[in-house]
Every structure is written in C-alpha cells, then in structure tokens.
C-alpha cells in the first residue's frame, strides 16, 4: 500500500473537487480524498501507478505540483 499526499493547480470550486473525483473513482485505489487543491491516496502499486493517478486529475483540466 502506498500514500500520496499531492497538491493540484487550477482547483478554485467545489466543481473542481467533483471533476477530479470523478476520474479518480475510475481508478483502483484504496482511498481517496480530494480537497480543493490536493488530494490525499492510498493505492496498491500492483493495481495502479503515480502516472495513472497524475493522467487521470489531469483528464480533469488538472496540474499536479508535487
């Protein structure tokens, strides 16, 4: 199990944590929890990766910082 503690750019809205849920909940992670501005992930590595989770908050009209 792996934890990423991230930071998004762009995020202004409440709009824009649903957006980023919403291609998150595409992916097999274990837990989620997205802010205006970051999000905080727990994924099993054999399921996903870090250029997943990057690929899908940037489907989002996203930018991730860290």
Not at 18 to 24: D, G, R, T
Not at 58 to 63: I, M, N, P, Q, R
């Amino acid at each position: 199990m792996k934890g990423l503690n991230l930071t998004i750019t762009g995020m202004s809205c409440n709009h824009c944590v649903m957006a980023v849920k919403k291609e998150l909940s595409k992916l097999p992670l274990e837990k989620s929890e997205v802010a205006i501005g970051s999000a905080k992930i727990e994924y099993d590595e054999s399921k996903t990766d870090l250029k997943k989770i990057v690929e899908a908050i940037e489907e989002a009209g996203f930018k991730v910082a860290n």
